[in-house]
């Protein structure tokens, strides 16, 4: 599921990509799901925010453009993952990197700042069932 967010200007200013299983009546199960939170910020700049949920585990993975960002959020670990604990979540991992990720073993850069080259590939194939 992909849910975009348009400011005033017509632009769109933020984004959130949703995978999880659905339960029997259609429902998303969100003690299991990955959620990409792509935010454009006017004084932060991009901030995209990986979350990962495993039966209600959280790993937190953010990506920004200024290193300071991502310094301050590791510096409230304790408050994130008090936040959680009061939602019924357990934080297991926070981590920052910059936006931009370093070399794959192919020489290739993965820049986020381009549309959509985080997301998951489109599918292909066929579902049958007999």
């Known amino acids: 599921m992909f849910l975009p967010f348009i400011g005033p200007d017509g632009q769109q200013t ?3 990509h949703i995978e999880s299983r659905r339960g029997r009546k259609g429902e998303l199960d969100p003690a299991n799901c990955r959620l990409w939170f792509d935010l454009q910020m006017q004084a932060l700049g991009q901030i ?11 790993l937190l993975k953010l990506y920004s453009e200024k290193e300071v960002t991502g310094v301050f959020l590791e510096s409230r670990h304790d408050e994130i ?3 959680l604990a009061g939602a019924g979540y357990k934080l297991l991992s926070l981590k920052a990197e910059p936006l931009i990720s370093p070399e794959t073993e192919e020489g290739e850069t993965t820049d986020f700042s ?4 985080y997301a998951p590939s489109p599918y292909k194939g066929v579902d049958y069932r007999v």
């Open 48 to 58: 995209m925010v990986d979350v990962q949920v495993a039966d209600k585990k959280v």
């Open 14 to 16: 933020a984004a959130v």
């Open 114 to 117: 381009l549309p959509l080259s």
């Open 81 to 83: 993952e008090t936040a």
